[in-house]
C-alpha cells in the first residue's frame, strides 16, 4: 500500500463541494486515513510550496492557498500517487479528462479545487508537514 497527501483547496472549501470531491477519490478506490481543515498561515504556506519559489506565480498561489480554509488528507491504495493524480488530472483544468476533479470542478489553472502529491519521496515529506503518526488511522 502506498499513501499520498491530499489537499481541498480554498476555491472548493468556499463553494461546499469537499464532499462531492470526496465521493470521487473514494469511488476511485482510494481511503481516506486522516483529515483536518485549517487555513494555511503565508509562512507555512511558503514553505510547502517552497519548489515553486522562483516560479512567477508563486506569491499569487502563496495568497490563494491561504485565503481560505484547505481540507488536507492521507489517502491510501496501491498506487495512490498515481492513482490520486489521474483522479485529480491535469494541473489546467482546460486540459484535464473529463470525469476528473478538475474537469468537473475547478475555476482555474491556480484555483484548480485540489492537490496531490508527486512523489513517494515528496508524498512522505508532505504528509509529515501536517500530520503526525498517531493521526494517520488506517
Ligand atoms: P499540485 O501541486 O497543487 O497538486 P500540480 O502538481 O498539478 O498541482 P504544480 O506544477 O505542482 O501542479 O503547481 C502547483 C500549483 O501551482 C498548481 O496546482 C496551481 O494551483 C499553481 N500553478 C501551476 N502552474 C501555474 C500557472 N502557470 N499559473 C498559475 N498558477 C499555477
Ligand atoms: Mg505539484
Known amino acids: 500500500m502506498e499513501r499520498t497527501l491530499s489537499i481541498i ?6 463553494r461546499s463541494i469537499t464532499g462531492k470531491i ?23 504556506a511558503e ?6 519559489k522562483e516560479r512567477p506565480f508563486f506569491r ?3 495568497n490563494f492557498i491561504t485565503s481560505g480554509p484547505v ?3 492521507v489517502l491510501e491504495a496501491e498506487n495512490a500517487i498515481a492513482l490520486y493524480r489521474k483522479t485529480m488530472g491535469a494541473t489546467n483544468p482546460k486540459e484535464a479528462d473529463k470525469g476528473t476533479i478538475r474537469y468537473e470542478h ?14 513517494s519521496d515528496n508524498a512522505k515529506i508532505e504528509i ?5 503518526d498517531e493521526e494517520i488511522v488506517g
Open 9 to 14: 483547496k480554498p476555491d472548493a472549501t468556499k
Open 22 to 44: 470526496n465521493a470521487m477519490i473514494e469511488e476511485a478506490g482510494l481511503s481516506i486515513i486522516a483529515q483536518k481543515r485549517l487555513i494555511l498561515s503565508v509562512v507555512q
Open 47 to 52: 514553505e510547502f510550496y517552497g519548489v515553486h
Open 60 to 62: 499569487d498561489l502563496v
Open 71 to 73: 481540507v488536507v488528507q
Open 106 to 119: 475547478a475555476e482555474s489553472i491556480e484555483a484548480n479545487s485540489v492537490h496531490g502529491s508527486d512523489s
Open 128 to 132: 509529515d508537514f501536517f500530520f503526525t
